[in-house]
């Protein structure tokens, strides 16, 4: 005996298109039919121009969460082939429209062009290697804390119980901010006959810019009543050969001089030095911006050098002009070069961190100009400069209270730890953390 299974009979192709109302395939941001859909990592797509437009909506920074759930995509979104191409058969009038309005939107295009090239600037995905070297990285930076802490720790000990000579300080210190007390020790140094004189000079508070003002004359008048000529003539002979010196200090007997002045420079010339060097010239010209510019832009040897603030040369500013505007960290190394016979490792450590720093000014700049956001640069200066200021509030608003002890370590920190840091953001710039290479 025959059993008859019915069957029910198959929906026709006019049947099945209504099955899938419009709502089903439309866009979170837009409120239309998806065009071009676009798939995050959270799963959520949206039309490819709304997804540019969300991600270009903060410049000159960019958006990655997702505009439903705000969770942040991975990579760079490709568009969802299987989806569109459903899409396109079942409502391919709609799609169509959609995509001439859009193209006829030179808004719209314009940041689709944006949103693309940033993605092709990204490497294609490819599959992690089968057996990845097991690196742990936060031991391997904890090595590197604990090595610059003992290194640290070390170098306090030892200049804390180093006794440097007093004169030599004092020769290394610019004449006109020699103090009394300086004069006086100078004096004494000039050999044993200058023991009758120094009380003189003690009493009568001679300082640097007095002591260079004295003339014959005043040797040989009250109060000094110096009546040996010969002694006079020594002292002035000195005294001349004090006028021609061109102080050029290394960093610690800079640091012994000029402590909280020392820091403040490790701070802005990271952060900004271009503007630092600016005030620099501005404010503090004879004591640190003459000696750095000789340092790091030497004269030739024919140039005239009647006293130590002598006017640099033509040759010396324009060479420092070019360098300040294109690569200022440059100078620094030139002035670290300048020391690498008296502290090598400091030096070097310097020299690396300058180098490590054109990279991240070079970058910066670069990504500015390919972006067209060059006219965002005041801006994005004020806020580094009240990010830095606010960071360093703790140590510029109780600086009078500050022990000595915990602005050396700051010091060392900014001189030998920092540039570990600035490594990890030049990797983070070349090899951002969601590109991945090929094996």
Known sequence: MDVQIPVEPELSESEEGT????SEFTCHCCYQVLVDPTTLTCGHSFCRHCLANWWASALPRVRRDCPECRAVWTG??????????????????E??????????????????????????TQAPHAAPPQNPPPINIREFYSGVVTALTFMTVVVLLYRAFSTDSSHE??????????????VTLWVEHLGIW?????????????????????????LSAAPFKIKNPSHRQIILEELHRLRQRRVSLN??????????KSLFLLISLRNFPRLTMLCLFLFDYEDTFLPFIHTSCPATPDAP????????????????LLMYFLLPYQLLSAVAWHWMSVHYWTAGFIIAHAA????????????????GQMRTLPKLVWLQMFAVLFNTSLFVLPWPMMPLFIINTEIYIQLYFNPFLTAVLVKRTLLPTNTQHRP
């Open 19 to 22: 099955a899938l109302s419009e």
């Open 76 to 93: 760079f979104p490709r568009v969802n082939i299987l989806l569109r191409d459903a899409v396109e058969k079942l409502f391919p009038a």
């Open 95 to 120: 799609v169509r429209r959609r995509k001439q309005a859009i193209l006829s939107d030179p808004g719209f295009c314009r940041v689709l062009q944006m949103f693309q090239q940033h993605g092709n």
């Open 169 to 182: 300080v004092l020769l290394s210190k610019p004449f006109s901010r020699w103090s009394a007390d300086d």
């Open 194 to 218: 200058t023991n009758q004189y120094k009380e003189t000079f003690r009493r009568e508070q001679i300082n640097g810019r007095l002591l260079s003002s004295l003339s014959d004359e005043d």
């Open 251 to 260: 960093l610690w007997q800079y640091k012994d001089l000029y402590l909280g």
């Open 305 to 320: 050098t009647d006293t130590p603030l002598d006017w640099p040369g033509w040759r010396q500013w324009a060479e420092f």
């Open 356 to 371: 490590l720093l054109t990279v991240l000014d070079v970058c910066f700049y670069w990504t500015l100009w390919k972006r």
